[in-house]
């Protein structure tokens, strides 16, 4: 079993930067996929970005392709989720989520263990 927590979340303008990051309880992390999901008020918990265990390979959506970029560092039990040239559309609340499996899914169902969230807000 594993525990995320996020942080790195905040209000930021139009065109600006953020970094979430995710760490990981346990020893095992490196066992698990992760992935970011986002939920905005009114709107049902969508992908954004996944990365499989090994790290080797990424996935994302169309939405933030280009523009946002997922890493891991297995022996910090971390995940990233760097953002750039953000938009007012990115504004939500953002979720790490975990999966015992070498490749990361791109469904809310895909995944069993998830954060709290933190906050990302975009001003126009």
């Known amino acids: 079993q594993v525990q995320v927590v996020e942080s790195g979340g905040g209000l930021v303008q139009a065109g600006g930067s953020l970094r979430l990051s995710c760490a990981a309880s346990?020893?095992?992390?490196?066992?698990?996929?992760m992935g970011w999901f986002r939920q905005a008020p009114g709107k049902e918990r969508e992908f954004v970005a996944a990365?499989?265990?090994?790290?080797?390979?990424?996935s994302y959506s169309d939405s933030v392709k280009g523009r946002f970029t997922i890493s891991r560092d297995n022996a910090k039990n971390t995940v990233y989720l760097q953002m750039n040239s953000l938009k007012p559309e990115d504004t939500a609340l953002y979720y790490c989520?975990?999966?015992?499996?070498?490749?990361?899914?791109?469904?809310?169902?895909?995944?069993?263990?998830w954060g709290q969230g933190t906050q990302v807000t975009v001003a126009s």
């Open positions: 990365i499989a265990r090994s790290g080797g390979s990424t």
């Open positions: 346990g020893r095992t992390f490196s066992f698990y996929a």
């Open positions: 989520a975990a999966r015992l499996l070498a490749e990361a899914p791109r469904t809310v169902n895909g995944y069993d263990y």
